[in-house]
Nanobody, 127 residues
Framework: QVQLVESGGGLVQAGGSLRLSCAASGRTFSSSAMGWFRQAPGKEREFVAGISSGGGSTDYADSVKGRFTISRENAKNTLYLQMNNLKPEDTAVYYC????????????????????WGQGTQVTVSS
């Protein structure tokens, strides 16, 4: 079992920044590929960013490339998502997730490749 707890969401004006954190416990964090997804009202949950278990590989949705940065601090069992130049269309509940396969150098972009999910944190960007 893995427990994931997101924090750092809130209300911000367009052009502003937020940093989300995801604290992990219950399984070796450093062995898990991790990802951030988001879900806006009336829409399906979508991939935002992913990072390999060692942190050497990352990938992003086209809509956030150049604005968001995913990182991890394995010594603290924590995943981050730095979000800059936020836009109203970034408004959503953001979820962190832990990958199914351990010890992989891959970055996963599909929901079914993730086994554990946090409860989500709301990000609202006003125009």
């Amino acid at each position: 079992q893995v427990q994931l707890v997101e924090s750092g969401g809130g209300l911000v004006q367009a052009g502003g920044s937020l940093r989300l954190s995801c604290a992990a416990s219950g399984r070796t964090f450093s062995s898990s590929a991790m990802g951030w997804f988001r879900q806006a009202p009336g829409k399906e949950r979508e991939f935002v960013a992913g990072i390999s278990s060692g942190g050497g590989s990352t990938d992003y949705a086209d809509s956030v490339k150049g604005r968001f940065t995913i990182s991890r601090e394995n010594a603290k069992n924590t995943l981050y998502l730095q979000m800059n130049n936020l836009k109203p269309e970034d408004t959503a509940v953001y979820y962190c997730a832990a990958g199914i396969i351990l010890y992989s150098r891959a970055v996963y972009k599909q929901r079914h490749e993730y086994a554990y999910w946090g409860q989500g944190t709301q990000v609202t960007v006003s125009s």
